[in-house]
């Protein structure tokens, strides 16, 4: 089975600064990758597909890029309302697919 | 507007059942392959199940094969879970998403809680 390794676990950053979560994959998993949200006692939400296309409708201070093992996840500069935690979940190994452990944002 | 709303969850004890139910509204039901996706304290978010369109592809996770099954009414808009024999470890929220191309998580419900517990 694929594992995704996200990193960090946890961050602390001020509104204005620039974000950056990264996932490892353990193997090549080409662009199936995709980055969600998930706010307190909310459903998680689709941000990025295919490791660098943003889902409609989501701000475009959201990016993400990569390819085969390590992707980036970046926020240009942090809004409140981006408390959350964000997840990678790989789609390569059809059926499986692997979401990473998370990482929780916070405003400092 | 999608919109996807899961009911069904509760506490149950080891060895029981549930049945959880998905409405779906919004969008085409019945072109888009479903998953239940759950997210637990031990194992974070894991998909345990999806149906394609027709129902005519179907896949289990491992670790609730032989236990859950899940189906469709694209007459009724509705997506099913039958959990049986649960087991501690099945503890969480439970999430249905709609799959946006296979293996991407468009859209999600708001979730039920499933407690397995003495």
């Known amino acids: 089975d694929i594992q995704m390794t996200q990193s960090p676990s946890s961050l602390s950053a001020s509104v204005g600064d620039r974000v950056t979560i990264t996932c490892q994959a353990s193997q090549d998993i080409n662009d199936y990758l995709n980055w969600y949200q998930q706010k307190p006692g909310k459903a998680p939400k689709l941000l990025i597909y295919?490791?660098?296309n943003l889902e409609t409708g989501v701000p475009s201070r959201f990016s993400g890029s990569g390819s085969g093992t390590h992707f980036t996840f970046t926020i240009s500069s942090l809004q409140p309302e981006d408390v959350a935690t964000y997840f990678c979940?790989?789609?390569?190994?059809?059926?499986?697919?692997?979401f990473g452990q998370g990482t929780k944002l916070e405003i400092k | 507007e999608v919109q996807l709303v899961e009911s069904g969850g509760g506490l149950v004890k080891p060895g029981g059942s549930l049945r959880l139910s998905c409405a779906a509204s919004g969008f085409t039901f019945s072109s888009y392959t479903m998953n239940w996706v759950r997210q637990t304290p031990g194992k974070g978010l894991d998909r345990v199940s999806y149906i394609s369109d027709s129902s005519t592809y179907i896949y289990y996770a491992d670790s609730v094969k032989g236990r859950f099954t899940i189906s469709r009414d694209n007459a009724k808009n509705l997506l099913y879970l039958q959990m049986n024999s649960l087991r501690a470890e099945d503890t969480g929220i439970y999430y249905c998403?709609?799959?946006?191309?296979?293996?991407?998580?468009?859209?999600w419900g708001q979730g039920t809680l499933v407690a397995v517990s003495p």
């Open positions: 295919d490791a660098s």
């Open positions: 979940q790989e789609y390569d190994s059809l059926p499986l697919c692997t």
């Open positions: 998403a709609r799959d946006q191309q296979l293996g991407v998580f468009d859209s």
